[in-house]
């Protein structure tokens, strides 16, 4: 069974940069269908950021293209989640997502929170 720890969130200027990693045990991410970064704001659903799929295919909402980026380093075992440009709208927790098809598992991370300031 894949576990997954997030870290690196923490408070930042509006316009800073914070990298958010995902390190996963007990299962390569090579086994992952999809890896993603999803974030709730306090009253909002949770919402994906940024996804990768098993081919190295990736997918931002339009909210964060651009500004965003995730990426996966195999040997660490770890996703990763660049965040330039950041806006307050953009403080939530943030929860790294694993899902494999076969057989179905999904599995979250406990989340990190991004707070950004003005």
């Known amino acids: 069974q894949v576990q997954l720890v997030e870290s690196g969130g923490g408070l930042v200027q509006a316009g800073g940069s914070l990298r958010l990693s995902c390190a996963a045990s007990g299962r390569s991410i090579e086994s992952s269908d999809v890896m993603a970064w999803y974030r709730q704001a306090p009253g909002k659903q949770r919402d994906a950021v940024a996804t990768i799929s098993r081919s190295g295919r990736t997918y931002y909402p339009d909210s964060v293209k651009g500004r965003f980026t995730i990426s996966r380093d195999t040997a660490k075992n770890t996703v990763y989640l660049q965040m330039n440009s950041l806006e307050r709208d953009d403080t939530a927790v943030y929860y790294c997502?694993?899902?494999?098809?076969?057989?179905?598992?999904?599995?979250w991370g406990q989340g990190t929170l991004v707070t950004v300031s003005s």
């Open positions: 997502y694993h899902r494999q098809i076969l057989p179905f598992i999904e599995v």
